[in-house]
């Protein structure tokens, strides 16, 4: 049988506030060998909302955790006022790789936005839809409340806080 070789896209806006909102922050390093060891990711595109100064930090510690980092486009002039949404982005990218590539076994996305829910319920028609992960399973859309539990998981299990991330600290008043 042939090796599993899986793409996975991350709704990296969703991705951190699902895991703030729940008190613990992810490991990109960590989350990123999480992906190849459990789930075959070979290629991983974390997608975030624009460019900042402040944040080329974190820019740094996704690529060398081996993310492939992707900017939604934004007109200059709005850049400090618009919401970094990246859906359709990811969308048009996973549909892209499905007609254009043949080099992968399935798509694992990384969000719990209901934005998604079409493009799932298509994957999972053409058998390429491996899971998706929900960031805080609380804050995930209701509307895939009726897919079958094989194709999602939650990354806000207790023991896997414990190896994709870490808890943060509570400042004393």
């Not at 944040?55 to 002039?77: C, D, M, P, R």
């Not at 006022?81 to 076994?105: A, C, L, P, Q």
């Amino acid at each position: 049988m042939e090796k599993e070789s899986n793409l996975a896209f991350i709704d990296g806006q969703n991705l951190h506030l699902g895991t703030t909102q729940n008190g613990w922050k992810i490991d990109h390093a960590k989350f990123r060998i999480y992906l190849r060891d459990k789930y075959h990711v070979d290629e991983a595109y974390y997608f975030l909302g624009y460019v900042s100064e402040e944040q080329q930090s974190l820019y740094s510690n996704l690529q060398k955790a081996g993310f492939i980092v992707l900017f939604k486009e934004h007109i200059s002039t709005l850049k400090g006022t618009k919401k970094g949404n990246v859906d359709t982005d990811i969308v048009f990218e996973i549909m892209k790789t499905i007609i254009e590539r043949k080099d992968f076994s399935k798509i694992l996305l990384v969000s719990g936005d209901g934005d998604y829910k079409k493009v799932v319920d298509y994957l999972i028609q053409k058998n390429v839809f491996k899971k998706i992960l929900f960031p805080n399973r609380k804050f995930s859309s209701s509307l895939y409340k009726h897919i079958s539990w094989q194709y999602y998981d939650s990354l806000d299990k207790e023991a896997l806080q414990h190896k994709i991330g870490y808890t943060q600290k509570k400042r004393e008043p």
